[in-house]
């Protein structure tokens, strides 16, 4: 080897030396998690086919407070970091699948894979706006439309007059009930 050869190989050496003293990186598979400490258990296999596992790992590298939190799915790939290499400090940088995401702040929000839910879900669902605009208008079309039968009176003997709405109601609109900040 040249002089520029063995300095490469002497810094590349170095610089290898210090990652590891900073911290490793490894794959795994998160197998639970705990969303009321926004934690998980990761899996990995070890070198014996075997598989070593930690408890309690923090779904994010950073421990600041943050207003979302992206949950895993459990059996998805992670990666796991660990700090100064010590693994008994590890934490998820990165996972393949995930199952929801928590966004908290003045209002809160849910999002699983087949449901969104706002403030708990207080509220109920959102309105099928045009199902409850066609049900509405049947409504209207059979309340203007309707007639009253009167029975035991004979034709030519009298009459019998039933009171007539006093006007006709009014198609629903669904503009007038819709809030299209939220749709489906």
């Known amino acids: 080897m040249d002089n520029y050869t063995d300095y490469a190989v002497a810094q590349l050496s170095t610089l290898l030396r210090q990652f590891s003293m900073q911290g490793s990186i490894i794959q ?8 009321d400490d926004n934690t998980c258990t990761v899996s990995v296999e070890d070198a014996e086919g075997g598989s070593l596992e930690w408890e309690g790992v923090p779904l994010r590298v950073l421990s600041v407070e943050s207003n979302y939190m992206i949950y ?26 995930a199952e929801s995401i928590k966004i908290t702040g003045q209002t809160n929000i849910d999002i699983l894979s087949d449901q969104i839910t706002l403030n708990n879900g207080d509220l109920g669902g959102i309105i099928k706006i045009n199902t409850l605009t066609d049900k509405l208008n049947a409504l209207v079309d059979a309340f203007n439309n309707h007639t009253h039968n009167v029975t035991g009176v004979q034709p030519g003997t009298g009459s019998v007059v039933a009171p007539a709405p006093t006007g006709k109601a009014a198609e629903f609109v669904a503009a007038d009930y819709e809030d299209t900040k939220i749709t489906h």
């Open 28 to 35: 795994g598979t998160i197998t639970a998690v705990n969303k």
């Open 72 to 97: 895993p799915k459990p059996g998805t790939d992670c990666s796991v970091c660990f700090y100064g290499g010590n693994t008994r400090s590890p934490a998820v940088l990165d996972f393949q699948d």
